[in-house]
Nanobody, 128 residues
């Protein structure tokens, strides 16, 4: 059974940092481009970042560029999102994903025909 389990969310003050982790199992992570999405209250889910299979290519939404860094450790089946200089508008549930071109940005070279997998999400709250 394929699983993605996020951790590392929480409450942080504006300007602070968090590191999200995603533990994957049940599929071969090496074969997949992976990414992070978020959904804020009352808003649509949006792609925040993704990274290619070999970590050679990345994508960042304009709203997080220069503040967030996506990474992966295929040997440990782990995905990470380092978030710095957090802002109140970063408050959202964050989801890790692995999947194909209907899910992830083309810059991350997602594999045609790849299955899409989602975690259940972790809440990040940025507030005083």
């Amino acid at each position: 059974q394929s699983q993605l389990v996020e951790s590392g969310g929480g409450l942080v003050q504006p300007g602070g940092s968090l590191r999200l982790s995603c533990d994957t199992s049940g599929f071969t992570l090496d074969y997949y481009a992976i990414g992070w999405f978020r959904q804020a209250p009352g808003k649509e889910r949006e792609e925040v970042s993704c990274i290619s299979k070999s970590s050679g290519s990345t994508y960042y939404a304009d709203s997080v560029k220069g503040r967030f860094t996506v990474s992966r450790d295929n040997a440990k089946n782990m995905i990470y999102l380092q978030m710095n200089s957090l802002k109140p508008e970063d408050t959202a549930v964050y989801y890790c994903t692995a999947g194909g071109p209907l899910l992830l940005h083309r810059l991350c070279v997602p594999q045609d025909g790849a299955m899409n997998y989602w975690g259940k999400g972790t809440l990040v709250s940025v507030s005083l």
